[in-house]
């Protein structure tokens, strides 16, 4: 069935809610407010009932693939389930009514949940020092590079490069360039891993510092990690690590204990929060000691006499990065997980999420080429390459899932792997929901051995069929107009 559009179930006079009446005099709109800001028209909203509205957003919802529908295993996206007690908490009434502009003595408990939200991550980070103010790992990035960068300033000497492996996330190289450094990639060695040797090569006065994920995203964990950080500090410069997905090292590893001097963790992934079209997303950064002057201001503290106050009093400061303080919402919800979770929880997730994806693993490994065979993490990257013979692309396998009920993985990053499918299923998801999963992608092997146009053409069953990316890439449609009707 066709989903008509708002504008088309509308009927003159249907209405939504019924607003109580009015107790204070009309007021006189022509008198009160400029006339060039008067609409001289009516404003053509399409006039409906609650139900019409509510079936028809639900009706939309059911249309994509979304991680309350089904399966999303979106390789470093982390697409893990958002618990909705998490959502219920954010919505508190003393919560979303608060100005973010109130004083700080009448925001006491918001300024106390950041100071302890704050207090957790650098348990979890092993720092001193965090920012809860970047609204998304790639301004996390940025926040990190850039008190870096003043902490080199403050040494007398900013210096030019920052090397990166070229397994990094595509943020990575553009907060290098944002933060006034020449990005400079280095390749992996053969295991898929930082090569100390190409490393040794970049070490001097002019390197700032290096950006590295770990787990890489090849899934892999970088045991040379400890040695990365003494080479780097040796000639004064810095390790900053990528922690958007840090679903692998909850209450295991703490990346201030293998020598990172700058963190930051994505919200919107490791720690539940709805990420994508679900809302805003958070990227706090965790800092060594030494850099802690630098971080963005205000800052939460907590006084002697116990009041926690936003903190101004930074001359060091980078200055401020956001609007008001972060995503606050965002913080509700990332701190009622780790609280509802708790340390040995925190630390299961981790193992939980390992043992999915090496289980995962386990069943695919015979069907698909794994091109970096060290032991994964919290996700692992397979090639397509093997069915490339039949004609058939990554691509496909993708948009074929999607007829099966499932999302497809990430896929053509990270860049070192041909034809790449990225798989993260998360701590979140049933032994069941994995074997299907795993069903699926053998059944579709099978399909492109035997029946390539059939991939091809696929999705067959979804109510929108193969898009022209390309296209809806360079000629976006985002608002509606009557010729597509
Ligand atoms: C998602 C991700 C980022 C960027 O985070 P955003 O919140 O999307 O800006 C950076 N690095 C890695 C490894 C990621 O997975």
């Not at 980070?125 to 003043?150: C, D, K, N, V």
């Not at 000497?157 to 492996?165: G, I, L």
Request: charged share 25%; net charge negative; aromatic share 8%.
């Amino acid at each position: 069935m066709k989903t008509k559009l708002l504008w088309e179930l509308s009927k003159e006079d249907r209405i939504g809610i019924q607003l109580p009446k009015r107790k204070v005099p009309e007021c006189n709109l022509k008198e009160n407010i400029q006339s060039s800001m008067l609409r001289d028209s009516d404003n053509e909203l399409p006039q409906l009932s609650e139900p019409q509205v509510i079936r028809h957003f639900i009706e939309l919802s059911t249309k994509n693939h979304h991680v309350d529908k089904g399966f999303y295993p979106l390789g470093s996206c982390t697409m893990k389930f958002n618990p909705k007690l998490n959502e219920r908490l954010a919505g508190n009434p003393g919560f979303i009514n608060l100005h973010p502009a109130a004083p700080d003595k009448l925001c006491q408990g918001a300024l106390e949940l950041m100071h302890k939200l704050g207090e957790a991550f650098c348990k979890i980070g092993g720092h001193t020092a965090i920012t809860l103010q970047p609204a998304a790992g790639a301004q996390g990035e940025f926040a990190g590079l850039s008190m870096i960068r003043r902490y080199h300033e403050h040494m007398g000497n900013p210096r030019k490069k920052v090397v990166m492996p070229d397994s990094s996330h595509g943020t990575n190289p553009a907060s290098i360039v944002f933060s006034g450094w020449q990005p400079v990639e280095i390749k992996s060695g053969c295991d898929g891993k930082i090569d100390l040797k190409t490393l040794e090569k970049h070490l001097d006065e002019d390197l700032a510092a290096v950006m590295i994920t770990n787990p890489n995203t090849l899934g892999i964990f970088e045991s040379d990690i400890k040695k990365v950080a003494e080479m780097l500090h040796s000639v004064g410069a810095q390790l900053y690590m990528d922690g958007a997905n840090m679903n692998a090292l909850l209450g295991i590893v703490r990346p201030g204990d293998l020598g990172i001097d700058a963190l930051h963790f994505n919200l919107h992934k490791t720690f539940s929060t709805p990420h994508g079209g679900g809302g805003p997303g958070a990227g706090p950064v965790s800092v060594a000691e030494h850099l802690a002057q630098f971080l963005p201001q205000p800052i939460v503290s907590l006084s002697d006499s116990g009041e926690y106050k936003l903190d101004w009093d930074r001359p060091d400061s980078m200055g401020m990065l956001q609007a008001f303080w972060g995503s606050f919402g965002v913080m509700v919800k990332a701190y009622a997980y780790i609280l509802s979770l708790g340390c040995d929880g925190l630390r299961r997730v981790s193992e939980d999420a390992v043992l999915n994806s090496n289980y995962l693993l386990s069943m695919l490994r015979d069907y698909y080429e794994l091109p970096y065979t060290e032991t994964p993490m919290h996700e692992f990257v397979l090639s397509g390459e093997v069915v490339k013979k039949f004609g058939v692309k990554t691509l496909d396998i993708a948009k074929r899932l999607l007829d099966y009920g499932f999302h497809a993985p990430t896929i053509y990053f990270p860049l070192i792997v041909h034809e790449a499918l990225m798989i993260e299923p998360t701590e979140t998801e049933s032994k069941e929901t994995l074997e299907e999963f795993a069903d699926a992608m053998i059944a579709i092997k099978k399909e492109a051995e035997t029946d390539a146009k059939l991939l091809h053409d696929a999705p067959l069953d979804t109510p929108i069929r193969r898009l022209d990316e390309v296209k809806a890439n360079r000629n976006p449609i985002l608002k509606w107009k009557d010729s597509l009707k």
